[in-house]
Nanobody, 124 residues
C-alpha cells in the first residue's frame, strides 16, 4: 500500500558529507512522522533522527550537530543531511514513516513502513 524509496547513499572519506533522500508513495492519507534509522553489522537498528507532524525533531546523541533531518509534507519526502561523517557512521540507513491510509471517514492505521535501505560507508 505504501512504498518508501531511498536514494543518496555511497562512500565518502571521514569528514565528508552525504545527503540521503526518501520519498513515500501509495495510498497515503496522512503521515504522522518520517525518519531515518541505521544498522551496522552485528548491531541493532538504531534511530538516527525523526521529524513528526508539527516539525518536532529528535536526533540520536551520536549525530547531534552533524546531521540534519528535513521533511516536505506536501511531497511526502524526508532528507537527511550528514556532515562531518565518521567511520562509525558506516551502516545501512533505512527510511521509515508512520502512515495513516484510508480516508477521512475511514482512516486506517497508523502503520510503520520501512524502505529497502541504502548503504553509507565512511572510510579513508
Amino acid at each position: 500500500q505504501v512504498e518508501l524509496v531511498e536514494s543518496g547513499g555511497g562512500s565518502v572519506q571521514p569528514g565528508g558529507s552525504l545527503r540521503l533522500s526518501c520519498a513515500a508513495s501509495g495510498s497515503i492519507f496522512s503521515i504522522y512522522s518520517m525518519g531515518w534509522s541505521r544498522q551496522s553489522p552485528g548491531k541493532k537498528r538504531e534511530l538516527v533522527g525523526v521529524i513528526s507532524v508539527g516539525g518536532y525533531i529528535t536526533y540520536a546523541e551520536t549525530v547531534k550537530g552533524r546531521f540534519t533531518i528535513s521533511r516536505d509534507s506536501e511531497k511526502n519526502t524526508v532528507d537527511l543531511q550528514m556532515n562531518s561523517l565518521k567511520p562509525e557512521d558506516t551502516a545501512v540507513y533505512y527510511c521509515n514513516a508512520i502512515v495513516y491510509t484510508g480516508t477521512m471517514s475511514d482512516p486506517r492505521g497508523p502503520e510503520n513502513y520501512w524502505g529497502q535501505g541504502t548503504q553509507v560507508t565512511v572510510s579513508s
